[in-house]
């Protein structure tokens, strides 16, 4: 299948780790400090003929620590059992661009045996030739994973043509946040948090302030981006696609659907009833602290980012998190998964292919999906991590990641993030253009042709030229 896989996308080019949820919506979570890793590089020696594995990924601050610490945890567990060791090397925002440039140069043994692999990034990557998918793994038999022990929206985030690429890792979603204090002073009840966006655009206008002729305090603060679009026409119906072949799931995408069926037209006609509150800032400076210190009622960002708000906050923290507001209040899609999944490669050397596939089946174990989850924000993709007593703790004392994994609960697997071979370029026409409706300055008319017909060209351009 690697072979096939290989031959149907050999024209991919890379994409950066985030454009957009699997893209954009955990991007901007990253600390800046870079992570630690010595704690990976001290093997035992003690044990004789050891396997050594290197783990890329671009996890930084306190997300790299826990990432390390997966790793770290693995070697003295499984690892030290089996005779591996896992050294885990932090690769800056985009690991993808790095495997571009070793496989590029035919490098094949300077690989990493795993890699951090974003949603955005896994059409690069399949056409890569040392790449063994997941699917190719478990075909193996003798995995002490199932399968069915995934969350199903966590498995088709990474699946083309229904094979798994890679194993989920650290996925989130997308959610409303909302300061409960500001709801109470304008008269909002905190435990109803709006559900549509046209419940949205009557928040917004309750709670924005002004100060003479200028905003003091916004109402809600998002840039709509490629992933949050594809989150707002994916839920749209029972599920929705974003582009021709189930949004590139199923073949190769050679344009956008969203403007022929309709569905940007219906989005833009509601957001439009945002944008003319004057309370909505379409663009992010500093949207955590903003939102945490009050410059903004309500914001739409990632479940990563709980923990970040409640450090920010502090132990007076009074926030809310919803699910993400619908277009219409009949649509039944949902959301989509945002995040990460951990890929194989393979070297030549079958030991270590065996080794890689032992770390991946323990980093998406119940056990380290859970202490991960707990650590980071992010939400556990192995099912049974929910049975676990220290799970069931921490969703009690901080309901907040309970509503992130109902919501996901509730969401079609079919809603997922594009496959869209070059969302780097999607993503500047659609944050540019949304940044311009939603400050006035294109009409609803004029900003979904102008986004159709743009991202159409850039779809047909680079299918001219990769054929």
């Known amino acids: 299948m690697k072979k096939l896989l290989s031959l149907i996308l050999t024209a991919l080019l890379t994409v950066s780790m985030f454009v957009g949820c699997s893209s954009n919506n955990d991007a901007s979570d990253k600390d800046v400090s870079k992570n630690d890793t010595s704690k990976n590089d001290e093997k035992d020696t003690s044990t004789k003929d050891i396997i050594e594995i290197e783990f890329w990924h671009s996890a930084s601050g306190v997300k790299g620590e826990a990432t390390d610490q997966v790793a770290a945890d693995f070697n003295a567990t499984v ?16 690991v993808v661009a790095k495997l571009k440039t070793v496989s590029q140069a035919n490098d094949v043994k300077n690989f990493p045996d795993v890699g951090q692999i974003y949603g955005s990034g896994i059409p690069a990557v399949m056409k890569m030739d040392p790449l063994v998918t997941v699917d190719e793994m478990f075909a193996k038999g003798d995995a002490s994973i199932s399968k069915n022990d995934l969350h199903p929206s966590f498995v088709r985030a990474f699946e083309y043509k229904n094979e798994m690429i ?30 549509t966006i046209a419940e949205l655009a009557s928040a917004t206008s309750k709670l924005m302030k002004l100060k003479g002729n200028k905003v003091d305090r916004y109402g809600l603060n998002v840039a709509i981006r490629r992933y949050q679009l594809s989150n707002f026409i994916g839920g749209q119906g029972e599920y929705n696609f974003y582009g021709d072949n189930e949004g590139g799931r199923t073949g190769q995408m050679t344009k956008v659907t969203f403007g022929e ?24 400076d500093n949207i ?14 990632s479940t990563s980012r709980i923990s970040t708000i409640h450090g920010l906050m502090g132990e007076d923290a009074n926030f809310g998190v919803a699910y993400l507001p619908k277009v219409d209040a009949a649509d039944k899609g949902g959301v989509s998964v945002g995040g990460g999944s951990l890929c194989l490669f393979d070297k030549g050397d079958s030991d270590k292919l065996n080794a890689a596939w032992e770390f991946i089946q323990y980093a998406a ?39 992130a994994i109902n919501q996901l609960n509730a969401s079609n697997p079919n809603v997922q993030e594009p496959f869209d071979l070059i969302p780097w370029e999607l993503d500047a026409i659609i944050k540019d253009t949304m940044a311009e409706f939603g400050s006035g300055n294109k009409t609803i008319d004029e900003a ?18 990769n054929n």
């Open 261 to 284: 069926d309709g569905s940007l037209k219906k989005y833009l006609t509601e957001w439009d009833k945002l944008v003319k509150t004057g309370g909505y800032k379409p663009i992010e």
């Open 448 to 465: 979904h042709d102008y986004i159709v017909e743009e991202c159409n060209k850039k779809l047909a351009a680079y299918n001219r030229a």
């Open 365 to 403: 174990s119940p056990e380290a999906q859970a202490k991960y989850s707990i650590a980071t924000g992010y939400v556990a993709a192995n099912l049974k991590a929910y049975d676990l007593p220290e799970m069931k703790s921490h969703l009690e004392s901080h309901p907040e990641y309970q509503v």
């Open 166 to 195: 890679g194993m989920p890792f650290n996925n989130s979603t997308i959610l409303l946040y909302y300061n409960k204090d500001h709801f109470e002073e304008v008269g909002l009840d905190p435990e109803q948090p709006p559900t």
């Open 288 to 301: 955590n602290e903003e939102f945490a210190t009050g410059i903004c009622s309500m914001a739409i960002m």
């Open 79 to 94: 690892g030290k059992e089996k005779g591996i060791f896992v050294k885990s090397v932090y690769q800056g925002n985009d």
